[in-house]
């Protein structure tokens, strides 16, 4: 039994009614919105993204993480603030995504986050760079319920990841791998599944079949080619890939563009949010730096901002033009329906 297959089964193993008859009013209320041009939603969010930190032990360019350029403060997602919201959507979310910004094994209470979230049947995943991966937090990691662990590879040598990664080391990620593989097979645990991602740019375009060939080798269950996304694309970058098929911007004479053209409306808004460490609530997660603030969990309760009249308002205006939101135009995401 492949591991998708499994994983497929994981996820539909966490619905329930009450989470059936909120993707059918979400799904619903964003068709009609569609269809009208009037922005109409009904129910709450499908998924979530909760940003545990936005620290980071790594230098990677084009990550306001990595840069250390964020304009908001770095810190800890408060236990406390992360439950009250969890408690008041728990019944209806369905996925639960431990990642924004920065490295999520850096918070101290992470795992346990993961398990108040686990225990109330939702689906849970996170993205590491897998350099604290040590025996404890990958037993722990198993342990908490977790679902889906994604790595972060970038490289199949420590000369091409080192590019990107900048201060990672790969063996620290192998070795995190292993703890894991290792730590899943003894408790005989089917989750989390194991992911390694791999960010295709120019200097690593090369080694995408070791890539696989790597992740067959070690046990993990799959490997995901993920497009970058480059901030200042219009002059080109040198780690905009020449294989086509990774790459989200193309050269027109010189000048560089999205290849997708923007459409005036995004699921996203309908179906999903994300939550900063500090409990600020912003459309997506290309706002890196919460320029789009719709709401804060510290002063109000997030149904009252999910329907609230400034939500509406943004999905109001993706309706009518997400060119002009500048944001957007850099987005090659969130045009599909379960995109």
């Known amino acids: 039994m492949s591991s998708t297959f499994t994983d497929g089964l994981n996820f539909l193993s966490k619905l329930t009614p009450r989470r059936a008859w909120n993707a059918a009013q979400v799904i619903g209320s964003y068709a009609l919105s569609k269809v ?178 790597l992740a067959a080798s070690m046990g993990v269950d799959d490997v995901w080619f993920k497009t970058a996304q480059i901030y200042d694309y219009q002059n080109g970058s040198p780690l905009i890939p020449t294989i086509d098929y990774y790459s989200r911007y193309e050269n027109n004479n010189g000048s560089w563009s999205l290849k997708n053209k923007l459409v005036n409306h995004c699921w996203k808004m309908w179906h999903s949010c994300v939550i900063t460490w500090d409990g600020l609530v912003v459309p997506c997660c290309f706002d890196k730096d919460a320029e789009y603030r719709l709401g804060d969990l510290q002063q109000q309760s997030f149904a009252s901002l999910w329907q609230g009249k400034k939500y509406q308002g943004f999905r109001q205006a993706l309706l009518k033009g997400r060119d002009q939101v500048e944001m957007c135009r850099n987005c090659t995401e969130g045009t599909r329906v379960w995109g």
């Not at 897998?130 to 590879?153: C, F, M, P, Q, W």
């Not at 790969?170 to 089917?190: D, F, H």
Request: glycine content about 6%.
């Open 36 to 213: 009208t041009g009037k922005a109409r939603h009904h129910g709450m969010p499908l998924a979530l993204s909760f940003e545990p930190t936005t620290s980071c032990n790594l230098r990677c360019p084009e990550c306001p993480s990595g840069l250390r350029s964020f304009t908001r403060p770095t810190g800890m997602l408060p236990e406390d603030l992360f439950k009250k919201t969890i408690d008041e959507v728990a019944s209806r979310l369905w996925y639960l995504i431990f990642y924004f910004q920065g490295e999520p094994y850096l918070h101290p209470q992470f795992l346990d986050l993961v398990q108040y979230a686990a225990k109330k049947g939702i689906y849970t995943a996170t993205s590491t760079n897998a350099h604290y991966l040590n025996d404890k937090n990958a037993r722990r990691t198993v342990e908490s319920g977790l679902d889906r662990l994604i790595i972060s590879l970038d490289g199949t040598t420590q000369e091409v990841y080192q590019q990107y990664r900048v201060g990672g080391k790969l063996e620290k990620v192998l070795e995190g791998t292993r703890n894991i593989v290792r730590w899943r097979k003894e408790l005989k645990s089917s989750t989390p599944r194991i992911i390694f991602q791999f960010l295709v740019v120019r200097p690593n375009e090369h080694q995408i079949d070791d890539a696989k060939a």
